[in-house]
């Protein structure tokens, strides 16, 4: 009996291995290795995002995926799932904001040992669209994610209401001789 039992094991190894095998083969096949690797880094992009957005957002958005579309979690509304277009025009800030800070974390992890690490980004979002509500939603998630020191953020507007909340600016004025760069604030 003792022998039969092993035998039974010995099997039931062979046929995970067996199934474990089929199933690497299938993944590194020329034409779904990329595909997996693709959906690999989405993942990780989209789970860094979302953990910055439920930042940015005071705890109320999160964001994920599926079949290529991404969808925003929303805490205030009982988890509801739906598509991120649905956003406002400051919550869609935000998404992009944590998008682009994940991306920006990721292709820093992917740079080889000694690359020049990516620690600062530059926001030219169009700011002039935007109603006084949600500019004020965007100035504060620009001041919080300051204040966090993790990244320097610049940013590029014609906005004064927006200008006026950044501490540290650079005024470029043109005039016939030329463009020149002031600095003004701490």
């Known amino acids: 009996m003792g022998r039969v039992a092993g035998l039974h ?9 067996a199934q474990v095998a089929r199933l690497l083969a299938d993944l590194l096949r020329s034409d779904k290795f990329p595909r997996w690797l693709i959906a690999g880094a989405l993942d990780t992009l989209v789970a860094e995002a979302s953990a910055s957005l439920l930042e940015l957002s005071g705890g109320q958005f999160e964001l994920t995926h599926d079949k290529g579309d991404f969808l ?21 800030f935000q998404a992009s904001l944590a998008l682009a800070l994940a991306l920006s974390s990721q292709l820093g992890a992917m740079a080889a040992e000694g690359a020049t690490k990516l620690e600062s980004i530059f926001l030219d979002e169009g700011f002039g669209t935007l109603d006084e509500a ?20 610049g940013v590029i507007t014609h906005v004064p209401a927006l200008a006026e909340r950044v501490p540290v600016r650079f005024l470029v004025t043109r005039d016939g001789t030329g463009s020149h760069i002031a600095r003004e604030g701490a």
Do not use: C, F, Q, Y
């Not at 094991?9 to 291995?17: P, R, T, V």
């Not at 925003?72 to 406002?88: F, G, I, M, Q």
């Not at 965007?138 to 320097?152: D, F, I, K, Q």
């Open 9 to 17: 094991e010995d099997i039931a190894a062979a046929e995970s291995d």
């Open 72 to 92: 925003v979690v929303d805490h205030n509304e009982a988890d509801a799932r739906r598509p991120v277009k649905t956003l406002s025009g400051g919550e869609t």
């Open 134 to 153: 949600t500019l004020d939603v965007v100035a504060s998630t620009l001041e919080n994610l300051a204040a966090s020191g993790s990244r320097m953020v």
